[in-house]
């Protein structure tokens, strides 16, 4: 990996401070349209790298984890081999990956950006950025696959039955383990799904989370920690029960042509084998173009698996056979 010296280069340190961070990252493409809060959650991601000249930063065939911008300084790289000033158009874009090998032509200076840790803010065409046409937690959540399906009464009858309250950063709004009969929708900030120390999804205002528990009535398989100060909507299980499980979900007695996706502990011969706690974890196995008959398990995991896989956009069917 990529590591920073202990010697400073002149001139090479353009993050001295967080504000000239957020400068920083508006140079480069990928960043340079997104709002001020989403820039900051990069930023609090984001590293800067001092290098001396003349050192090599990366060798064909290793890898690196994250993604790097030049800021300052020229360095070379290949394939094909060229030098990239921090100056040119060229450098506004990641450099990598893109790029084999990287050495400092002059001393230089590197952002690296925690890549897994802000994709999800770029997710869907950035329709989370700044500007025009900016998509609220309402527009987000209404329009979600599993959401979108129910009749405009639904719609209304969720608004008022919603609860909100602050969530502060680094606060867990639900627990691993815990047993509650509510869910929520995210109104505010970002957040993240976890399992014990594995990340499992990032989430943005208008996701749904929680819905585990009031489903099954058992234990919540995850926990969702803000990663900033933001706000949550609260809604009662019964209610979630009433107007989206039982409204959203398809309930058929045999498979019909598509895919098995086994949800039990099993294996079972043909299907996808994927049990609960892994599923939306390896959700990119399915194809999204057929439909998928959920079976294995209990009534309570095929219900709790099927609802999960529709609020991911996969075609999905409660087999109760």
Known sequence: MVTATHQRPAGCSPWSSPTDLHRTLRRFDDFRTL??????????HARGIEVPADRTLL???????????????????????RRIDAMQPA??????PGVDVIRSVTSAGLLHVDWDRVAFLLRDGGRHVAGEGRETWESRFFSSPLIR??????WRFLMTRFHFRAAASGVAVVREHAVEDCCYVLTQGHAVSHRASTTLAYLLPGDLFGEDSPVTGGQRLTSVTMLEDGQVASLDGRVFRELVVELALEVVHSVGPGTCVNVGPGRI???????????????????????????GGSFATRRLA???????????LLVDA
């Open 35 to 44: 709002d001020r809060d989403t820039l900051a959650t990069v930023a609090r």
């Open 149 to 154: 399906t129910l009749p405009m009464s639904a």
């Open 269 to 295: 011969p043909g299907a996808i084998n994927l049990p609960l706690p892994l599923l939306e974890r390896h959700v990119r196995r399915l194809d999204r173009s057929v439909r998928h008959y959920v079976v």
């Open 59 to 81: 060798t064909a065939g290793r890898q690196l984890a994250g993604r790097l911008y030049l800021a300052a300084g020229v360095l070379s790289v290949a394939p094909p081999q």
């Open 306 to 316: 099927t609802l999960s896989l529709r609020r991911l956009g996969v075609s999905a």
């Open 91 to 96: 450098a506004r874009i990641a450099l990598y």
